[in-house]
């Protein structure tokens, strides 16, 4: 009776927002950016950086860890690769909730509208990663979580609509398809 649906409100409301992406801005000023060309995977000595160059500046600015190098911190001495340029503004995004495949491909589709008038950014990124203890991970396997329970996948798109894929699973995950 009564009781019964009181419940099922209390569940489909608490549910929802559960489900409810949580969406954070921030602007980054003065970042040190590689400089990437898109045919170029390897990068090529003081002309531009590679791949996974990129993919470990990523993560440095992703976690916010300082790019400075400073002998001092604790935390990190990692700097930006060379050779890179200064970035007056960069916008990050941070989208944190279940995200079905076809709002990724919306995200995707809208963030190459940066590449219109004005032509303000070389190359932009999206990045998608599982939760670290998913209980699957790609194809029907199960998510090894062990130690890090890597389980992404980041886009770096060009101003020309070239594009890199990169992946990172676990060691004991089967690789993506």
């Known amino acids: 009776g009564a009781e019964?649906?009181?419940?099922?409100?209390?569940?489909?409301?608490?549910?929802i927002q559960a489900l409810k992406p949580k969406i954070t801005f921030s602007t980054l000023r003065d970042l040190q950016c590689p400089v990437l060309q898109s045919d170029h995977l390897q990068g090529k000595p003081e002309e531009s950086c590679?791949?996974?160059?990129?993919?470990?500046?990523?993560?440095a600015v992703l976690n916010q860890v300082s790019l400075d190098n400073k002998s001092s911190s604790f935390l990190s001495t990692y700097c930006c690769p060379e050779p890179n340029t200064v970035v007056e503004k960069a916008f990050l995004c941070t989208i944190t909730g279940f995200i079905i495949p076809e709002k990724i491909i919306q995200l995707l589709e809208?963030?190459?509208?940066?590449?219109?008038?004005?032509?303000?950014?070389?190359?932009?990124?999206?990045?998608v990663h599982g939760f670290a203890d998913s209980p699957v991970s790609w194809r029907e396997s199960e998510h090894g979580f062990h130690k890090g329970g890597e389980n992404l996948y980041?886009?770096?798109?060009?101003?020309?609509?070239?594009?890199?894929l990169q992946m990172a699973v676990g060691a004991h995950d089967d690789c993506p398809p």
């Not at 590679?50 to 993560?59: C, K």
């Not at 190459?112 to 990124?125: D, I, Q, R, S, V």
């Open 4 to 15: 019964g649906s009181t419940l099922m409100s209390y569940f489909s409301k608490n549910q």
């Open 50 to 59: 590679s791949t996974e160059e990129l993919f470990e500046w990523l993560g």
């Open 110 to 127: 809208q963030l190459c509208c940066y590449f219109g008038e004005p032509k303000l950014a070389y190359w932009l990124t999206l990045t």
């Open 154 to 164: 980041n886009f770096v798109i060009f101003r020309n609509l070239d594009y890199w």
